[in-house]
C-alpha cells in the first residue's frame, strides 16, 4: 500500500489506510464528545448477504433440555437465549446484575412460552458459581447445554493497565470459563449425563491482538481449554465448540472497543462481505452447534466475520482498493521490467 501512494499520492487514494490517521485525529478532535449514534454503514455488496435472523432450525428441536447461558441477560447471550427458548429450551440464564436477566428473561419467556430462570452470578468468584450451579439443579436439573459467553473488555494500551485491570479481564473470561465448567461438568460426569458445551471466542484469538491484550490472551486460553477438554471428557458425552464472532454491534463491546463511534465505517471496509454480523446470525449457528444435529461435531473452532479476519490477513488484501486504471499503470512498469 505505501507504494502504491507513493505512485499515485495520497489524495487520489480513497483507501482506509489513507484515511487512518485523519480519522484518528477527528476521534480524539472529538473531546468529551462520546458515544455518537453512527450510521449503520453498510458496502453496496451487503445485498448480496442479507442477514436472515429467525431460528433456522426445527420448532421443537430443544424440547426437553434445559440450556445455561452465562451473560445471557444482553447482547449476544440475550439472542442465544432468545433462539434456544424458540425452539423449545428451558434456559438459565445467569450473570451479576440481577434486574437486566429479571427483564430478559420475562421478555423472552413471554414471546417464546417456555420458563427462562434468570440467576445472579459472579462468574469471577468459584463460590457465587457453585450457588448459581446449586440453584440451577435444584430449579431445572443439570444442563444439556452449557454456553460460556459472559466476557469483560475494553480498549487501551498496555502501558495504561493496572494487575487489576488485567486481572477483571482475565479472571472473567478465562478463569469465569473455568469455574463453569469445572462446576458443572464434573457434576454432568458423576451423574452420567452428556452435554454441549459451547465457548464464545473472538477472531483475535487466533492472532492476539493490540489494545485488548488481556482480551486476546484470556480468549486464547479459552479456546485452549474447550480443546483440551475435547480430547479429555468425550468419553463422558462432553462436546466442545467454539465460536469466534467478529464485530457485532451490541451495548457491551462497542460502548467499550468504539466508545467514539469512529471506528465502524473502517470495519465494514475491510469486512468482505460488507457489514457487521448480528446477533441473530450468531444465535443461529450456536444452536446447531449445540443441537443433536450437531452430535459429531466436537472440536470446532467457527469463526463467523464476513471473511473480516482473511480479509487482514492477506499481505496483498488492500489492492483491492486499486482502480482499473491505476492496475494499467503498474501492469504496464511489471511488463517492461526484464531481469533481476
Ligand atoms: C477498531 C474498533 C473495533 C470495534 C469493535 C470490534 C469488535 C470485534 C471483536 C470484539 C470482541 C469483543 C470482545 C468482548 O469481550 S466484548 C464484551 C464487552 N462487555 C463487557 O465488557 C461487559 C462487562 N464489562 C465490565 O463490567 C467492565 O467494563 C470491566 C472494566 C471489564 C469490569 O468492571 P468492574 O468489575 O466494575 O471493574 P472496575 O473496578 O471498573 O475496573 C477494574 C480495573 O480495570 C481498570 N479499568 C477499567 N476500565 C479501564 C479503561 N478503560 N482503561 C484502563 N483501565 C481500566 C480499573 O481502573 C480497575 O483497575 P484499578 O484502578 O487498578 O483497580
Ligand atoms: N459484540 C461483538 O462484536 C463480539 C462479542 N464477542 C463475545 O461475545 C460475548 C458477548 O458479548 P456482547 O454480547 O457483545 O457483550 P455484552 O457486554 O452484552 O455481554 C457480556 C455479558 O457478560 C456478563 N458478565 C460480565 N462480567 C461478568 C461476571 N463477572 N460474571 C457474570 N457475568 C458477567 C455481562 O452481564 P453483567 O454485567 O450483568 O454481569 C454481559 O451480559 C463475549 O464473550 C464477547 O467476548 C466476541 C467477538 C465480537
Known sequence: ?????????????????????????????????????SDDDRAPQARFFPPLQEPMLLPGTFKNKVAFITGGGTGLGKGMTFTLSSLGAECVIASRNLDVLKATAEEISSQTGNKVHPVQCNVRDPDSVKATVDQMVNDVGLPDVVI?????????????????????????????????????????????????????????????????MP?????????????????????????????????????????RLDPTGKFEKLMIERIPVGRLGTVGEIANLAAYLCSDYASWVSGATIKIDGGEY???????????????EQWDVMEAIIRQTKGS
Do not use: H
Open 1 to 37: 500500500v505505501k507504494i502504491i501512494i507513493r505512485i499515485f499520492d495520497a489524495e487520489s487514494l480513497s483507501t482506509s489506510n489513507a484515511l487512518f490517521t485523519p480519522c484518528l485525529l477527528q476521534l480524539f478532535g472529538n473531546g468529551t464528545a462520546v458515544l455518537r449514534k
Open 148 to 212: 460460556n459467553n459472559a466476557a469483560g473488555n475494553f480498549i487501551s494500551p498496555s502501558e495504561r493497565l493496572s494487575a487489576n485491570a488485567w486481572k477483571a479481564i482475565t479472571d472473567t473470561v478465562l478463569n469465569g470459563t473455568a469455574y463453569i465448567t469445572l462446576d458443572i461438568g464434573k457434576r454432568l460426569i458423576a451423574a452420567q449425563k452428556g452435554a454441549a458445551f459451547l465457548c464464545i471466542t473472538t477472531i483475535y484469538a487466533d492472532s492476539g491482538s493490540g489494545f485488548v
Open 215 to 255: 482480551s486476546a490472551s484470556a480468549k486464547a486460553g479459552v479456546e485452549a481449554l474447550c480443546k483440551s477438554l475435547v480430547a479429555e471428557w468425550g468419553r463422558y458425552g462432553l462436546r466442545f465448540n467454539i465460536i469466534q464472532p467478529g464485530p457485532i454491534k451490541t451495548k457491551g463491546a462497542f460502548s
Open 310 to 324: 482473511s480479509f487482514m490477513a492477506g499481505e496483498f488484501n488492500s489492492l483491492s482498493l486499486v482502480t482499473k
